[in-house]
């Protein structure tokens, strides 16, 4: 269980799971039964309805791999319990590299988060602020290049969203390109 920090004073005691194999195997089932992650050069167009959230989409790649080399999150918002867990798989290797760019607003909007996301910040997990409302992830993994394009913030919350999951490498580095950019 996640512990509260001096720096992270807005955490209730025990009110964070982090990120285990039943969390991870709930994740890949939930994907698994829309027909799963897309194979090379194809795409998967979802609308959910409460039952996958992004993170969900993000966790359903370790079905076919132990690691994530990049990550690269675009989020407009970002759920406090994710940072929380994807710090938590980079320090049991499962991440290798972490880049999330979020909204330049996410500092007054939600300074609870925003100094979550930034007590994290090293060489391995970057963090980018820009004026975005884009929601992109982009999952490089075992020559797979994921590209998570949707309505849903980076979050745990299950809402009605829309989803447009690439495996294309072209795609991956025209966004990994203007993105690196920041």
């Known amino acids: 269980m996640f512990k509260p920090s001096k720096k992270n004073i807005n955490f209730k005691p025990n009110s964070i799971s982090l990120v285990n194999k039943e969390k991870i195997k709930l994740s890949i089932n939930k994907v698994s039964n829309i027909g799963g992650m897309p194979q090379t050069n194809s795409q998967l167009r979802i609308i959910t309805k409460s039952v996958i959230n992004s993170f969900d989409i993000l966790l359903s790649v370790f079905e076919n791999s132990n690691k994530i080399e990049d990550l690269t999150i675009v989020s407009y918002r970002i759920g406090k319990k994710v940072v929380i867990e994807l710090n938590e798989l980079q320090k ?20 609870d988060v925003y100094n979550a996301v930034k007590s994290f910040e090293s060489e ?53 390109d203007w993105i690196d950019k920041i």
């Open 124 to 176: 391995k997990f970057i963090i980018k602020e820009a004026e975005s409302h884009a929601k992109i992830t982009l999952i490089k993994s075992n020559n797979n290049f994921y590209v998570i394009e949707g309505s849903g913030n980076m979050n745990t919350n299950a809402k009605i969203e829309q989803y447009i999951i690439d495996n294309d490498i072209l795609l991956y580095n025209f966004h990994k």
């Open 92 to 111: 049991q290797n499962k991440i290798k590299n972490i880049t999330i760019l979020i909204s330049g607003g996410m500092r007054r909007l939600m300074p």
